[in-house]
């Protein structure tokens, strides 16, 4: 089993940043796929950003040259640098961990942008 926990949400004004940090633990491969998506009051989840084990990035083009995907494969983690927040990037952000045939979400952690 695989559990995947969230941290790093929080209030922030339009135009600042916040560090999102996603830490996944028990029975890790080595070759997987980490990242976060979001979830809006009355949307859809949707796909911000992913990266593979090897590195490669993927990014909504809602968050292109804002936003910075990263992670420690020795840690297990995935990291989501926000710059240039902006009120529409408000919503519930989740970690998803995939790999194998399985997916493992995290509870969820909440990014709220305004003044």
């Known amino acids: 089993q695989v559990q995947v926990v969230e941290s790093g949400g929080g209030l922030v004004q339009p135009g600042g940043s916040l560090r999102l940090s996603c830490a996944a633990s028990g029975r890790i491969f080595s070759i997987n796929v980490m990242g976060w998506f979001r979830q809006a009051p009355g949307k859809e989840r949707e796909l911000v950003a992913t990266?593979?084990?090897?590195?490669?990035?993927n990014y909504a083009d809602s968050v292109k040259g804002r936003f910075t995907i990263s992670r420690d494969n020795a840690k297990n983690t995935v990291y989501l640098q926000m710059n240039s927040l902006k009120p529409e990037d408000t919503a519930v952000y989740y970690c998803?961990?995939?790999?194998?045939?399985?997916?493992?979400w995290g509870q969820g952690t909440q990014v709220t942008v305004s003044s």
């Open positions: 998803k961990t995939a790999q194998g045939f399985s997916t493992y």
């Open positions: 990266i593979t084990s090897g590195g490669s990035r």
